[in-house]
């Protein structure tokens, strides 16, 4: 590996780990105090109303919705951030990456009416990783398409680095989370910084 190409992961891969981390922590912070709020509107709110809208979406969907989309928010700007350098065409970044969170959504709670949420954990799982990296990769490659050569194999990239992802967060808690993101940033953007190279030259 040469001088170059050493400085070349530094200027991109490294400003993409370091801001998908940012966007990481942040999100979680939100996240932390969006549930202190949850906790009071579940205590204020009578039992029946709660046990209603569990009954319509299958989750408390008031509580859960905004802190993944807190979440996910602070993730997708950061990346927009390091992205709006390199690439033209990425100003919907946000914007589409929230759809294919809406689109997550609405998927998971129609299989929670259909009964697909009684399946063993390991099918259930499995199911996650493919679903939110499928679809979170197919709202970004449309993005990503109008100036990446074959950057179809994002979805690809990007249901392997979530997968990572989540399986640390899964079996290794919180901290585990942290580090499984790291290497899905690592993967992701040495994936960005191989096709943007590749494009442009």
């Known amino acids: 590996m040469d001088r170059e190409e050493n400085r070349a992961q530094v200027n991109f891969i490294i400003p993409w780990v370091l801001a998908n981390l940012f966007g990481y922590i942040v999100g979680y912070i939100i996240l932390f105090l969006i549930s202190i709020f949850s906790v009071s509107i579940g205590q204020i709110l009578p039992s029946n109303v709660l046990n209603q809208l569990n009954v319509a979406f299958g989750i408390l969907f ?14 997708a700007t950061s990346q927009w951030i390091v992205l709006r350098s390199r690439l033209k065409h990425v100003g919907l970044w946000i914007p589409i990456t929230i759809l294919g969170y809406f689109v997550i959504r609405f998927i998971i709670t129609g299989a929670r009416w ?12 499995f199911g996650k990783l493919a679903l939110v990296g499928g679809v979170i990769g197919f709202f970004q490659w449309i993005i990503l398409k109008k100036e990446l050569n074959q950057a179809i194999t994002w979805i690809f990239i990007n249901f392997i680095a979530i997968s990572i992802w989540q399986i640390f967060e899964t079996y290794a808690g919180q901290y585990g989370g942290i580090l499984g993101w790291v290497l899905s940033c690592f993967i992701s953007g040495y994936w960005l910084k191989y096709k943007i190279e590749s494009s442009f030259t």
């Open 62 to 75: 008031i509580f859960e919705f905004p802190v993944f989309f807190s979440l996910l928010l602070g993730i």
């Open 114 to 125: 259909v009964g697909i949420s009684n399946r063993p954990f390991s099918i259930l799982l």
